[in-house]
T-cell receptor, first 112, second 110 residues
Framework: EAQVTQNPRYLITVTGKKLTVTCSQNMNHEYMSWYRQDPGLGLRQIYY???????DKGDVPEGYKVSRKEKRNFPLILESPSPNQTSLYFC???????????FGQGTRLTVV | QKEVEQNSGPLSVPEGAIASLNCTYS??????FFWYRQYSGKSPELIMF????GDKEDGRFTAQLNKASQYVSLLIRDSQPSDSATYLC??????????FGAGTRLFVKA
């Protein structure tokens, strides 16, 4: 089954404690993105990757890091999480940059 | 700042009626347009995409694009209670960024 898998689904952490949210896709897609979704603001792009070892900032990259060492994986790293990063996070992949996005199940992160 | 604007709603329609969802975008260079449906607590899923001016129909759904007016819409015919969700308009400007609107909440009353 074609899918994008995120882990964990839910995470509560404390300010400053480094965390990683994993994302993996099995569709051999080149293009992957991370979004955060906040009430009233919709989905905002954090980072995207066009292929292995090629990443770039989206609209809200501050406080986040990503890596793309393998085509299927695109982890999101919060080196020092803060409460304003409490949000619902989605990973997505696309066959190419202008095609539809397939989304993971989402990760609800709470930073206290 | 490139923007995609949607009325947040809620838009309430009776079962069997036509629901009309609208979206405007600011970047005239935008090339591809998508409508996603998102149920509460779930991830977005693609409903329709459209690249060219005019109408595109798929079952009960019709996407309409007017690039001159920078306007894209989604019509849902014979609305069902299961259509109740938030509908996200997304626009790709030709680069690697896709910009999403904040979404319109639709309620279909049985």
């Amino acid at each position: 089954e074609a899918q994008v898998t995120q882990n964990p689904r839910y995470l509560i952490t404390v300010t400053g404690k480094k965390l990683t949210v994993t994302c993996s896709q099995n569709m051999n897609h080149e293009y992957m993105s991370w979004y955060r979704q906040d009430p009233g603001l919709g989905l905002r792009q954090i980072y995207y990757s066009m292929n292995v070892e090629v990443t770039d900032k989206g609209d809200v990259p501050e406080g986040y890091k990503v890596s793309r060492k393998e085509k299927r994986n695109f982890p999101l790293i919060l080196e020092s999480p803060s409460p304003n990063q409490t949000s619902l996070y989605f990973c997505a992949s696309s066959l190419e940059r202008q095609s539809e996005a397939f989304f993971g199940q989402g990760t609800r992160l709470t930073v206290v | 700042q490139k923007e995609v604007e949607q009325n947040s709603g809620p838009l309430s329609v009776p079962e069997g009626a036509i629901a009309s969802l609208n979206c405007t975008y600011s970047d005239r260079g935008s090339q591809s347009f998508f409508w996603y449906r998102q149920y509460s607590g779930k991830s977005p899923e693609l409903i329709m995409f459209i690249y060219s001016n005019g109408d595109k129909e798929d079952g009960r759904f019709t996407a309409q694009l007017n690039k001159a007016s920078q306007y894209v819409s989604l019509l849902i015919r014979d609305s069902q209670p299961s259509d109740s969700a938030t509908y996200l308009c997304a626009v790709n400007t030709g680069g690697f960024k896709t910009i999403f609107g904040a979404g319109t909440r639709l309620f279909v009353k049985a």
